[in-house]
């Protein structure tokens, strides 16, 4: 039997979406959760998405936390129902351009505290080995790196409105 004309513009418009939050450093599941969520038409609880997707309850529920916690869906009451119910934000592109800046903010962190560490070693070995061969060049390369870690998470906190 076909799938009605809706149904199959439906399962198009989920499966591209998909590949669009994806770009936004998110699983295969995570992005087609996301996007399952929001063409829903009402919030869903997690035996609902892990029928709907054909996943457990456990990937549902480590895949919402991963979305709840990136500020994509939230977590909704509504009265008589016992099970958490959840729902995309529709707000899409703050969404998540606010959930890439935060990435990409930890990222930049991160990075250039692996560079002071690998800054702070230098130092160290500079101060106990007579000659420094090629140490110059790489230790201004390093300097420049930390530098452009820096701009780069001070240039999102910003777009953040940190």
């Avoid at 998110?26 to 996007?35: D, I, K, N, Y």
């Avoid at 309850?57 to 919402?64: D, F, L, P, R, W």
């Avoid at 420094?132 to 409105?161: C, N, P, T």
Wanted: glycine share 4%; no cysteine; net charge neutral.
């Amino acid at each position: 039997m076909n799938k009605p004309q809706s149904e199959h513009i439906t399962n198009k418009i989920l499966v591209e979406f998909t590949k669009t939050i994806e770009m936004f450093g998110f699983t295969p599941l995570e992005s087609r959760l996301f996007a399952y969520l929001y063409l829903a038409d009402k919030p869903m609880t997690l035996d609902d998405m892990a029928e709907a997707l054909g996943k457990s309850k456990t990937a549902m529920s480590t895949s919402i936390r991963t979305l709840a916690d990136q500020n994509l869906v939230t977590r909704v009451w509504k009265k008589g129902v016992r099970k958490s119910l959840y729902k995309a934000h529709t707000q899409l592109f703050k969404a998540l351009m606010v959930s890439y800046m935060n990435k990409w903010v930890e990222a930049a962190h991160q990075q250039r505290s692996s560079f002071l560490e690998i800054e702070q070693q230098i130092k160290e070995m500079k101060a106990s080995e007579a000659e420094w061969i090629q140490g110059r060049q790489v230790e201004e390369r390093l300097l420049e790196i930390i530098e452009f870690h820096q701009e780069m998470e001070d240039l999102f906190r910003d777009m953040k409105g940190d």
